[in-house]
């Protein structure tokens, strides 16, 4: 009877874990690894050491975001915008590229897009730089 008992468990964990191992396999194949950003809009994640930021071409800027974190902005004017960042020890701001416009400018349907703000401030051998994600 023991035998019998052991078998039971050990069915019901292969069981258990088949069921949760295909779920897992829906889950995955039904979500994207990382969503589109909607129309006149941008993703701003900041991947280095440091803050990073948006000018828009109005002069506005954009909330700051802090090393880890990701902020999705809408587009603010319709020139270009440039991404920079914020040294950590003197928070002086830096500018890191300038991101220009189709010709006639943002609009209500420009793609979106995703940029990272990247590297260390203090290493320069991995200075910041911007990669565009999408």
């Not at 019901?12 to 809009?41: D, E, F, K, Q, Y």
């Not at 990701?70 to 603010?76: K, P, W």
């Amino acid at each position: 009877m023991r035998i019998k008992q052991r078998l039971s468990r050990r069915t019901a964990l292969a069981t258990g874990t088949a069921v949760l191992a295909a779920g897992a396999a829906v889950v995955a194949v039904g979500t994207p690894a990382s969503a589109a950003i909607g129309n006149h809009r941008v993703q701003l994640c900041a991947q280095g050491n440091y803050a990073a930021d948006i000018t828009w071409s109005t002069g506005l800027h954009s909330y700051v975001v802090f090393p880890g974190q990701c902020q999705t902005f809408d587009i603010a004017g319709t020139g270009p915008y440039t991404i920079g960042g914020f040294y950590n020890v003197s928070k002086a701001h830096f500018d890191l590229t300038t991101v220009l416009p189709l010709p006639g400018g943002y609009n209500s349907s420009t793609p979106g897009s995703k940029w990272g703000a990247e590297g260390d401030t203090g290493n320069p051998n991995n200075p910041p730089y911007v990669v565009r994600w999408q």
